[in-house]
C-alpha cells in the first residue's frame, strides 16, 4: 500500500497555481457565452440538461477540491481518492434529481449573457460541510477531537489538575518550612492530580462531581495527562482533517509500534501535512509553571504556561478497525521540553 506521493512544495504549489488560471480562464469563456452558444456546446434535451446543470458543476468541484489539496501541500492518495469518491456520489444524485425534474425541453435552463454554470457558494458551502462530517467520523473512531480539539483552553487547563502535595484539614496545600511549597516534581514539571477528561465536556466537575476525574474510555480508572495538556485550536478543524489524513498515508511504513498493544504511533512534522511555513498558530496547550505553580491566595489559584511550539511534532496513534483498516485514536501536537521550561 502506498505511503502516500511525495513532491517538491514548490513544484505542487506552480502546479496547482497553473491549474488554477486555466480554470479561472475557462470559467470566464464559458460565463460570456449565451444560451443557443451553450446548448450547442453542452447538447440538446435532457443529456444537456444533466451536463449542464449536474455534471459539469461536479467537475469542476473535483478540480478544485484537488487543487486546494495540491496547493496545500503533501497530501496522500488515500486523500484525494476520498474527496473523488464523493463527488462522484455527489453527481450520481445531482443526476438521478435532474432526470426524475426534467420530463422534457421545456423547462431546460436559461441562461442570460454573464450567468454561471458554477455557482462558487455553494461549492464552498459544500466543502465546508465535508469538514465537520469528517471531525464526526473521527470522534466515534476515537477521541482524537473530543480532546485535542474541541475542549476551551479552561477545559485544556483543567485536564492538567491540581499540583499534588500533602494538604491540610481545609484542603489547602502545606509548605515546607522556608516557605516553599510542598510539590513533587518529575522531569522539572510539577506533578498534579484530580485531572479533567475533556471527553465528559464542559462543566465536567459540576456535572459530574468525582466521576468527572475518571477516564472515559477506561471508567474505573482515573484520567491521565502528561505535563503538557495541548490540542488545535477550535477553528482548525481542516487543518486536523488533513494531519489524520496525511498521517494515514504513513501507516504501513512510518509507523512505530506501541509496546504490548495493537497499536502504533505515526510521528511528523506539521510541515508535511500542511507543506512549508509556520503552524504554530494552530496549535494551543498550557502547562503549570514550574517555579510558581500556585499564588498564595485564598483559592490557591494556578499559575499556568502557554506551550510553545517551536519545532514540535504531530502524533497521531492508530488501532485496526477489525475491517482490515485503521482508527485515530488520537492526535495531539507533541512539545519540545526545551523551549518549554
Not at 322 to 337: Q, R, S
Request: hydrophobic residues 30%.
Amino acid at each position: 500500500m502506498s505511503k502516500g506521493f511525495k513532491a517538491h512544495p514548490d513544484h505542487l504549489a506552480k502546479a496547482a497555481k497553473e491549474a488554477h488560471e486555466h480554470a479561472k480562464k475557462v470559467e470566464s469563456h464559458s460565463s460570456n457565452l449565451d444560451s443557443k452558444t451553450r446548448g450547442k456546446l453542452l447538447g440538446k434535451g435532457k443529456f444537456g440538461m444533466i451536463v449542464q446543470k449536474a455534471v459539469r458543476p461536479i467537475i469542476d468541484s473535483m478540480i478544485t477540491d484537488m487543487s486546494k489539496a495540491m496547493a496545500r501541500g503533501h497530501r496522500s492518495i488515500g486523500h484525494g481518492l476520498d474527496i473523488t469518491k464523493k463527488n462522484i456520489d455527489d453527481a450520481e444524485e445531482a443526476i438521478r434529481k435532474s432526470m426524475k425534474r426534467h420530463q422534457d425541453d421545456r423547462d431546460a435552463p436559461k441562461l442570460k449573457l454573464g450567468d454561471r454554470v458554477l455557482n462558487e457558494d455553494d461549492l464552498r458551502d459544500k466543502y465546508k460541510k465535508r469538514i465537520p462530517e469528517r471531525i464526526s467520523d473521527l470522534r466515534r473512531q476515537g477521541h482524537g477531537p473530543q480532546r485535542h480539539l474541541d475542549p476551551t483552553d479552561d477545559m485544556l487547563k483543567e485536564r492538567l489538575g491540581r499540583p499534588a502535595g500533602p494538604r491540610d484539614a481545609n484542603d489547602k496545600l502545606l509548605k515546607d518550612d522556608d516557605g516553599k511549597w510542598r510539590i513533587p516534581y518529575q522531569d522539572g514539571y510539577v506533578q498534579s492530580e484530580r485531572k479533567v477528561d475533556p471527553v465528559h465536556g464542559p462543566n465536567a466537575k459540576e456535572r459530574l462531581g468525582e466521576a468527572a476525574y475518571m477516564d472515559a474510555d477506561h471508567p474505573s480508572k482515573r484520567h491521565k495527562c502528561d505535563s503538557y495538556s495541548t490540542g488545535f485550536k477550535q477553528d482548525q478543524g481542516e487543518a486536523f482533517m488533513y494531519a489524520d489524513e496525511h498521517a494515514r498515508g504513513r501507516i504501513d511504513g512510518d509507523r512505530t509500534q506501541i509496546p504490548n498493544s495493537d497499536r502504533h504511533a505515526v510521528v511528523f512534522s506539521p510541515e508535511d501535512a500542511w507543506g512549508p511555513g509556520d503552524h504554530r498558530d494552530k496549535f494551543r496547550g498550557f502547562y503549570i509553571d514550574p517555579d510558581n505553580p500556585v499564588n498564595d491566595d485564598a483559592d490557591q489559584s494556578i499559575n499556568y504556561k502557554p506551550v510553545d511550539f517551536q519545532h514540535a511534532k504531530i502524533k497521531a496513534i492508530y488501532a485496526p478497525d477489525g475491517n482490515g483498516g485503521h482508527k485515530l485514536v488520537t492526535m495531539f501536537p507533541e512539545p519540545v521540553k526545551i523551549f518549554n521550561k
